[in-house]
């Protein structure tokens, strides 16, 4: 059987709900998907040295259908990023296959690498929720991934929030999920 | 130079800022404070398998005067329960060293163990602020465990929430902080 195993690494910053984002990737793995039948491990870090100063941070989600040992991401297989400072900080920490998810907006530059523009940040405000660019984000993620369906990433929010907080957040990840699509389908 | 390293468990039931806690505890070691002149590393984790189902979860925190190459917390220094159902699940995973500290409410038992009752649920509610059991416990545990400064904790807090909620946790960290010197004393 081959064994599946996926690194993502949200990155922004404070404020733009990198580490929710992680947390409803990680729960909805583990608590509402099945990877041919079998359950998944998932693991979400925060890591903090000397280097975690400033405003950018990161958030780092492991997936796997199998327990996992070695749950630091040095270089993932997809890198979400919703502002600038944040993707300077982190666009070097990646593989050539890495793929970058990106606000288009919150992010100037673009990558040497295989990336994705997501309008989130403007998607969330038009949807009348200016906080949920990290659920757009999220949703887009899933579908451009595939790691999870979007039916668990929504189950996974649901446990985690408040009810009003809840519909703006399930609204999100689906806009996400067909922008996803939409740039997918361009690309 | 003797190294430090120090793991603590934050375990209750969703809603009850488990994960907040765990956060505001990392990033108040690595980004606000000292130990003998030297920063401080932090990491912190949600771990999820098949056995994470169920109303109880747990947030770790390690933090080390080194790089911390290893994250997971299979036995802590410090247990901090919050609810009956978390403390039967984690219960076990302890060192006879762990130090236990207790919702005097909320955990209707007793571990043959060090620990403190902490009236954090009751002193949250006292001070307006129901959801601020969390703090209130984190304040009892920087109070006994000494890791970390209660200023380091409040900045912390600042970083990240609106300003309301700023307040109460401030204040619910400080209040915790008052119970854990309360209870050293009889103890």
Known sequence: MVRMKTSVRFAGMGGQGII?????????????ERREGRELFAIQTQSYGPAARGESSKSDVVISDNPIFFPFVERPDFLVVISQPAYEKFIDEVTPS??????????????DLTYFDIPAIRRAKEIGSQGAANMVMLGALIQISGIISIEAAIRAVSDMGHVGALEDNERALREGFRQGKVFQAEG
Request: aromatic share 8%.
């Open 20 to 32: 929710f984002a992680g947390i409803v990737l990680a729960r909805a793995a583990s608590l509402y």
């Open 98 to 111: 890495t793929i970058v998810i990106l606000d288009e907006e919150g992010v100037e530059d673009r990558p």
